[in-house]
Nanobody, 115 residues
Framework: VQLQASGGGAVEAGGSLRLDCVGS????????IGWFRQAPGKERSVVAA????????YYADSAKGRFTISRENAKNTVYLQMNNLKPEDTAVYYC?????????WGQGTLVTVSS
């Protein structure tokens, strides 16, 4: 499966963005999907994840209460709605899945939050 992320941009603190992750090349509903981020000089870390059906979600502590992950399998898309953004949310965001034991990454999308 191939993943393509989009929706990043520059916003002020307190603003919102929605990131989209579109899958292709395989049955999208076969894959749980995670959103990760990597800030300059820091390791890549998970932000949120969603199960294949969308029935289960996971959020990092930094995302709880502000971010919402959802999916529309009919559109081969996973969303990350990000509200009340903070400068510390500035990072390149990636969507990812595991296919046959191999982690697959989409290209990143840059989110910049100014104070």
């Amino acid at each position: 499966v191939q993943l393509q992320a989009s929706g990043g941009g520059a916003v002020e603190a307190g603003g919102s963005l929605r990131l989209d992750c579109v899958g292709s090349g395989d049955i999208f509903s076969n894959y749980s999907i995670g959103w990760f981020r990597q800030a300059p000089g820091k390791e890549r870390s998970v932000v949120a994840a969603i199960s294949r059906s969308g029935g289960r979600t996971y959020y990092a502590d930094s995302a709880k209460g502000r971010f919402t992950i959802s999916r529309e399998n009919a559109k081969n898309t996973v969303y990350l709605q990000m509200n009340n953004l903070k400068p510390e949310d500035t990072a390149v965001y990636y969507c990812s899945t595991v296919e046959r034991g191999v982690r697959r990454w989409g290209q990143g999308t840059l989110v910049t939050v100014s104070s």
